[in-house]
């Protein structure tokens, strides 16, 4: 008698270790209509688990699963409130989190006078610019035609003028010349579309973002917003983004270890009352600064490397 009393003490006192569960993810063999808790049975979407996971309840955990192939999109983690002895935890898995999404060789078009450039039509053009997409990735390796997102107005080439590699916006139609022996099908051309990779919005508390890298995003690989306490992230990185590696505002509080920032137009940006502690950052080739603070916040550095030429300090600094 005294134990079944026990038990339904604990029941009552205890309920969110009952409730905790991980999820399982996988971008091509996973199906959201499962229920996410094997390997066997994995989610195919990332926003499909963190539905699944309940609010302050225990310990939830997601896990990318390996795949060949990059998961695509945001992970948008919002209104989640965890205790601080048993944050929810997004577990990257060493996958590539990308922004950009390929376009079929079969959409492309040779143009009439050119037997190396192809064209890609339905591109709404502003002047050079295009409000669907941002930059342009080939093989692999993005193509920012010297532009960043603060340079966005510099005009790019006529078609003539293009060199192998290059793009060009003329007329509602994209223009790449092919590299010397490549085809369209070889080049693997994919269009970025997406704005951020890992986003933390609004009143955010206990949650660590580990083992994931992102890159080819319009805006940022990992962008803080809002009101974020206790944000724990390590083993990323964030690299070739139109923006930033990593941004922060409004009163985000993180601490940031094992990262890698690089060739992004900004490595890290944080602005408003957001605070920081960051261990091993290393930090090169971005276009614009390598960091850059600004309002009141305070941000701490430990065994970080910046590879830089400009250095934008205009808040309060340390480093060990």
Known sequence: MRKLQLKR???????????????YVHNLEGRDDRDGLSPATALHTVEAALARCQ???GQDRVFLLPSH???RGTILIENKGYDPEAPLVIDGG??????SVPVSPGEWKRDAGHMDIYFLEGVRDNQGKSDDFFFVIINGVAQMMGRSRLQQDIATPEVDDLEPGEWTIRSGRLYVRLRPGFSIRDSQIELVKTKIGVHVAGP?????????????FWADGFGLHGQGQDIRIHEVEGS???????????STRYVLRDAVFLGNMEGLVNVHH????????????????????RDPGHHRFFDSFFYTTVLINST???RV
């Open 9 to 23: 003490i604990l029941w009552v006192v205890f309920p969110g270790v009952l409730a905790a569960a991980d999820y």
């Open 240 to 250: 070739y983004n139109w923006n930033q590696g990593i941004s922060s505002h409004g």
């Open 274 to 293: 957001s605070e920081s502690e960051n261990y091993q950052v290393l930090q090169a080739d971005s276009w614009n600064w390598e960091f850059k603070f």
């Open 204 to 216: 955010v508390n206990s949650v660590e973002i580990r083992n994931i890298r992102t890159k080819f």
């Open 94 to 99: 060493g996958n590539w989190l990308v922004g």
């Open 55 to 57: 609010l302050g309840e």
């Open 316 to 318: 309060s600094v340390s």
């Open 69 to 71: 192939e990059p998961y």
